[in-house]
């Protein structure tokens, strides 16, 4: 079993939808929670961080975290078509330097 | 932001010949760099981890030997894929995290695609 799992899509939606993201992890020891885009052939960009369990909202994109359930999301209000890309989830267990476990990616498309 | 750039963007290399691949960070000193390999539609794996003037610390099952990599300064890293196959084709993305950084601020790199024929 993978430490982070993610659904790999593709998930399709119109324009203007809201979009939910979701990565379930195993490891309770995880504490930082990222969110990154990445789109086709290009290196990923950081979107979101959020530090245990919370909430945190950046424009349009809204990170969620449960650790009690062990499941984080990323939510992205009226989708836009330049939104299309691969969303990676990515985590850490401490936030002096070490390494990110990413999630698999979950291709989204956002048809206009 | 800061920036990373990965140096070349796409190599095409005969099986059994050797590809260097650069990482720099342009406007910030990293101490430390990520390697990570990403095949078709598969997430990053993480291949090595480098810091400034020592080794590289190499994932399980990774050959240090084939995947030399070299973190003279601390705003260049250099991954060498010797003797390559086919298989090691891939998409090859490296990060950088600068001197204060917290783990989350690991600024990734355009990516290198390597095609071995």
């Known amino acids: 079993q993978k430490e982070v799992e993610q659904d790999p899509g593709p998930l399709s939606v119109p324009e203007g939808a809201i979009v939910s993201l979701n990565c379930t992890y195993s490891?309770?020891?995880?504490?930082?929670f990222m969110w990154y885009r990445q789109y086709s052939r290009k290196g990923p960009e950081l979107l979101m961080y959020?530090?245990?369990?919370g909430n945190k909202e950046d424009g349009r994109f809204t990170a969620q975290v449960d650790k009690s359930s062990k499941y984080i999301s990323l939510f992205i209000r009226d989708s836009q078509p330049s939104d299309s890309a691969t969303y990676l989830c990515?985590?850490?267990?401490?936030?002096?330097?070490?390494?990110?476990?990413f999630g698999g990616g979950t291709r989204l498309m956002v048809k206009p | 932001g800061a920036v990373v750039s990965q140096h070349p963007s796409w190599v095409i290399c005969k099986s059994g010949t050797s590809v260097k691949i650069e990482c720099r960070s342009l406007?910030?000193?990293?101490?430390?760099m990520f390697w990570y390999r990403q095949f078709p539609k598969q997430s990053l794996m993480l291949m090595a981890t480098?810091?400034?003037?020592?080794?590289?610390?190499?994932e399980q099952g990774v050959e240090k030997d084939k995947f030399l990599i070299n973190h003279a300064s601390l705003t260049l890293s250099t991954l060498t894929v010797t003797s390559a196959h086919p298989e090691d084709s891939s998409f090859y993305i490296c990060?950088?995290?600068?001197?204060?950084?917290?783990?989350?601020?690991?600024?990734f790199g355009p990516g290198t695609r390597l095609t071995v024929t």
């Open positions: 990060s950088a995290r600068g001197i204060a950084g917290s783990s989350y601020e690991q600024y």
């Open positions: 959020t530090y245990s369990s």
């Open positions: 490891n309770s020891a995880f504490q930082y």
């Open positions: 480098s810091n400034e003037g020592s080794k590289a610390t190499y």
């Open positions: 406007d910030f000193q990293a101490t430390t």
């Open positions: 990515a985590m850490s267990k401490s936030n002096a330097g070490n390494m990110l476990t």
